[in-house]
């Protein structure tokens, strides 16, 4: 099967309808069965998760690729809802008999005897001839393994072949294939088909006893084809860019200064500075710092920011979140107003909201919640060279590793791992060791120019213990004021 | 075999060891040359509240099959959640698929025979509750109560939580070495949120045991994550500035951890260590040392040999600050030219300790007089090739030995070779988070950035 234009929804749940119900003997009806038994005991939501999947891994360490990894996930999550309460039961197996083990654990786990009624409000379904977002077609299947080899060491010689510094290289190769079927008792049935990869290269430079690494990452919802050309080139120039970079840096400065940050990945302080915070599960629970802020300034005029599920192709998008609901473009802050949250059914439902596709879970074995899918701030019109020209004493921070937060405090962090002074407008020495924190609500006020250069970068996204893919994205910012933690 | 009682598991530990048994011998029959394969399986119940009712109720159970398979130094190696008989015959021709594809690697085999713990002893791990979703449900709402009337109106229940899981792992290696351990793990936390001035602060406290009968009590758990939440109100930066620091012993164990990564063979043989050394160097103050006891009974650490067989040792890894070994799986060990020490899974129960008399909490603020008492690590990075340290945290202000004012909005920042050499103390005040155990850690001193 290839992607075609006439590809839609429709052919998603069909293909999962095939791959998920069919070897199991389960029909649409033995569904229903199922949904009524949850909904017994006097549940107002129920639903059923199918999930199917196959992934790979392939190792490059020393020049070789030595090991490589498969796996096969299967199973089924069975949760009943009364208002903000949830009984979950899952199982490995996606026999009748298991499903029935499943949905008579989550029965017993509901304690309320009311009388069994269905959700009211407006069924949510994904439009059957909606395009679908990604190729179907399983990314283990479209390269042989000799192939998939070939490109590891292609990656490795072009890290060598680089600089000669580079005296180490590893890389992974990882692709990932699932379907997945959600059937709810409100009569939504959808289906999606996910492909995921991501090629991840770590280096390591030397010069004299002086060593330092540098990390590349792409990946997108694609085929592995897709690697070849200018991801290629992009993952390997940045890994071997900020190990020589760091060669040289010298320990950072300590204290309040001027931060610009680069385009791409360093979007990481918007997804931690206010995403979780403007997860609505944090806002009907009062843990946000963000709770009854809704139509206020939380962030500088000009900045507006976005979650959007529907970007063709990229890691965080989806057809349908975990919970059936079709994926949207939400704008969350418009302006610098509070405008939007992202909703899963179980927090739309005691909020009075809409879900907005925002509803997401890491498999059958996990409750879904709400989370980000590619979030980012939106270009501006200033000239990067600009904005970096406009700081007399500061950093300039392109790449950085990860960052987490504190929503109920707003205090967030991240780490650079590429990062150099600015002074008198002009980008000096690289540094080692930036941490850089502020606090959620105060940070994006500080935001004083939006770059013209929109980009988004892969990112992996955690919360209560689940990992999803996700994008984190921006323009280049000048932010006025943030703790730099150095060490100098 | 002993044991058939099966707590919330669905297979016994004769099933899962038959299991892997099986599997192991479907790889070989299929023309595997080498093979370790493994059955694991956990279950339990989790049980959330807040404002006195369940908010969520999770029956957990998740099982799988993992077959590793070598042909002459080439690895493969593939995993199912799906048991039957198919999908292990699939799973196998996967992992002897890649083995046929990958490069070689001369170092990779399974664990050479004599490394293999044919008679290490059993160790004690599995004491099952058998508590229901009700009962565990009730233990939960008490936690909640408990941090309720600890609190007053200053602080509410974020999340208050009972689970008790118990797990099943058995592995099979090649012909004849077969062997399994079983555990329980009890857990009760809360996360308690106070809110002053329209100021919110968060924290939370757990209690985790394989014995039901040692866990502090719900009441307690809620009661702690209330005091620590209020203690936090009213926080505020410190100007940067360079001080001491008192890593309390509830985040102390990060320091292990990274003292774990530095020691651990891929860095090693990667040479992204900041601890390159070697065996006998210098590393820590020469009061340290850091123990490894694997058979601890009831440890949450504990096991008598990891995933690849290999016997488990009881041994200094750190003494007298000096580096005695290495945490290595035998893939490192071969390319080190040592032999492994049993930690292909990670670390043992570690002991973090100083050969100095250890003193209570108080006396090490006293003794650090005026600095930071950090009570928390909120994120950061640390450099593994060069230890350059940097986190955000959050903790007190300490004068005179005494709390003036919590602190938060700051980072702390150093270089791991240096602030290892400047441990000053080791309190005796020791927490156990998981694999570690661990005093309070004073720190001569690091970089404090705030505004």
Redesign the interface.
């Known amino acids: 099967m290839s992607l075609e234009d006439s590809l839609s929804q429709a052919n998603a749940l069909a293909i999962a309808e095939r791959q998920l119900l069919a070897p199991s003997d389960l029909t649409r009806t033995s569904l229903d069965v199922a949904l009524d038994r949850l909904l017994g005991n006097g549940a107002t939501y129920a639903d059923l998760y199918f999930q199917a999947g196959q992934s790979e891994t392939?190792s490059l360490e020393?020049g070789?690729?030595?090991?490589?990894?498969?796996?096969?996930?299967?199973?089924v999550g069975a949760r009943a809802v009364i208002s903000?309460?949830?009984?979950?039961?899952?199982?490995?197996?996606m026999t009748p008999d298991a499903i029935d083990t499943?949905t008579g654990?989550?029965r017993?786990?509901?304690?309320h005897g009311d009388e069994a009624r269905r959700a009211g409000g407006v069924r949510i379904e994904a439009d059957p001839a909606r395009p679908l977002l990604y190729t179907v077609d399983n990314p283990l299947e479209g390269m042989s393994?000799?192939e998939k080899?070939c490109l590891l060491q292609e990656v490795d010689r072009r890290c060598r072949e680089a600089d000669s510094r580079i005296v180490?290289v590893?890389a992974q190769l990882q692709a990932s294939h699932t379907c997945v079927l959600v059937a709810g008792s409100d009569g939504c049935i959808a289906g999606d088909v996910r492909p995921l990869v991501q090629l991840i290269v770590t280096v390591?430079a030397q010069a004299g006893s002086k060593?330092?690494?540098g990390n590349g990452v792409e990946g997108g919802r694609i085929t592995l084809a897709g690697f070849y050309g200018e991801r290629l080139d992009r993952v390997v120039s940045t890994a071997v860019r900020i190990a020589l970079i760091n060669l040289d840096a010298r320990?950072?400065p300590?204290?309040?200064m001027s931060v610009v940050l680069g385009n791409g990945f360093p979007g990481v302080l918007l997804h931690e500075a206010v995403g979780h915070g403007l997860e609505a599960d944090a806002h009907r629970?009062r843990?946000s710092?963000f709770a009854d802020r809704m139509g206020s300034s939380i962030a500088a005029k000009g900045v507006t920011v976005i979650d959007d599920g529907t970007i063709p192709e990229h890691r965080g998008s989806l057809n349908v979140d975990d919970e059936g609901v079709p994926s949207a473009r939400n704008l969350l802050i418009e302006d610098g107003r509070l405008v939007g949250l992202m909703q899963d059914r179980t927090s739309a439902a005691i909020m009075g909201a809409t879900p907005s596709g925002n509803g997401r879970r890491q498999s059958y074995?996990h409750?879904p919640m709400p989370r980000m899918t590619n979030t980012y701030l939106a270009a501006g019109e200033a000239d990067p060279a600009d904005i970096v020209r406009s700081v007399q004493k500061g950093i300039y921070a392109p790449q950085f590793?990860?960052?987490?937060v504190?929503i109920?405090?707003g205090?967030?962090?991240?780490?650079a791992?590429e990062a150099y002074l600015i002074e008198e407008g002009r980008i000096t020495a690289p540094i080692?060791?930036?941490?850089l924190?502020?606090?959620g609500h105060e940070a994006l006020a500080h935001v004083s120019m939006v770059g013209n250069d929109l980009r988004l970068a892969d990112g992996v996204c955690g919360k209560d213990g689940q990992t999803v893919p996700v994008c984190v994205g921006q323009p280049t910012l000048r932010i006025d004021e943030m703790?730099?933690?150095?060490?100098a | 075999m002993q044991g058939t009682e099966k707590g919330y598991l669905l297979n016994s530990r004769g099933d899962l060891s038959q299991i892997a048994r099986n599997a192991a011998n479907r790889a070989l029959a299929l023309g595997a040359q080498e093979v370790v394969a493994s059955a694991t399986e956990m279950a339990g119940i989790v049980m959330r509240a807040?404002r006195g009712?369940?908010?969520?109720?999770?029956?957990?159970?998740?099982?799988?099959v993992t077959i590793r398979v070598f042909h002459r130094?080439?690895?493969?190696?593939?995993?199912?959640?799906?048991l039957d008989p198919d999908?292990i015959d699939?799973?196998a021709g996967?992992?002897i698929?890649?083995?046929q594809?990958?490069?070689?690697?001369p170092d990779?085999a399974p664990a050479d025979d004599e490394w293999l713990a044919r008679s290490a002893p059993e160790i004690e791990m599995f004491v099952p509750s058998g508590l229901s979703?009700?009962d565990l449900?009730r233990i939960a709402l008490e936690i909640e109560a408990g941090c309720i009337a600890e609190g007053e109106d200053a602080v509410r229940v974020?999340e208050a939580g009972a689970a008790s899981v118990d797990a099943c792992s058995a592995i099979a290696i090649g012909r004849d070495f077969d062997r399994s351990l079983i555990g329980s793990r009890h857990d009760l936390w809360c996360t308690a949120?106070g809110e002053r001035d329209g100021?919110?602060?968060?924290d939370s406290w757990s209690s985790t045991d394989r014995r039901l009968s040692q866990l502090q009590s719900a009441a307690l758990v809620g009661a702690t994550a209330a005091d620590r939440a209020r203690r936090k109100l009213g926080?505020r930066?410190l100007t940067?500035r360079t001080c001491p620091v008192l890593f309390d012993a509830t985040v102390a164990a990060s320091l292990v951890h990274e003292i774990v990564r530095a020691l651990g063979g891929h860095a090693q043989v990667?040479?992204?260590t900041f601890l390159g050394g070697g065996i006998d160097s210098q590393a820590l103050a020469d009061h340290i040392d850091l123990l490894e006891d694997p058979f601890e009974p009831f440890g949450l650490a504990s096991g008598a040999c990891d995933g690849e067989g290999v016997v488990s040792l009881r041994r200094r890894v750190i003494a007298g600050g000096r580096v005695q070994g290495y945490f290595l799986s035998c893939l490192y060990a071969r390319k080190l030219g040592l032999v492994p020490t049993g930690n292909a899974d990670g670390p043992r129960n570690l002991h973090f300790t100083s050969r100095d008399r250890a003193e209570p909490l108080d006396a090490m603020l006293r003794r650090m007089g005026r600095g930071l008492w950090l009570t928390e690590l909120?994120?950061?990075?640390v450099?593994?090739?060069?230890g350059?340290?940097?986190?955000?945290a959050?903790g007190f202000w300490i004068e005179d030995g005494e709390v003036a004012f919590p602190v938060?909005?700051?980072?702390?920042?150093?270089?791991l070779p240096v602030m290892l050499r400047q441990i000053v103390a080791i309190g005796s005040d020791v927490h156990r988070n998981g694999a570690v155990r661990t005093g309070s850690v004073l720190i001569e001193r690091m970089?404090?950035?705030?505004?």
């Not at chain 1, 205090?411 to 780490?415: A, D, G, M, P, T």
């Not at chain 1, 080692?432 to 941490?435: D, I, L």
């Not at chain 2, 100021?199 to 968060?202: G, L, P, S, V």
């Open positions: 392939w020393d070789r690729v030595a090991a490589g990894n498969f796996a096969i996930s299967q199973g903000d309460q949830t009984a979950f039961a899952y199982s490995s197996a499943a654990a989550v017993s786990m509901l304690l393994a000799a080899i180490q590893s390591v060593r330092a690494m320990p950072a300590s204290g309040v629970k843990t710092v074995a409750l590793g990860g960052g987490t504190d109920t405090s205090q967030f962090n991240f780490s791992t080692h060791g930036a941490t924190i502020g606090m703790v730099v933690g150095g060490t | 807040r009712v369940f908010e969520n109720a999770v029956r957990e159970g998740a099982q799988f130094g080439r690895m493969g190696t593939a995993t199912t959640a799906a999908a699939l799973t996967r992992a698929a890649i083995a594809t990958v490069e070689s690697d990779a979703a009700q449900g974020g949120l100021m919110m602060a968060q926080g930066a940067t990667r040479g992204a909120i994120g950061g990075a450099d593994p090739v060069s350059a340290y940097s986190k955000a959050a938060q909005d700051i980072t702390i920042a150093g270089d970089r404090v950035s705030g505004r």
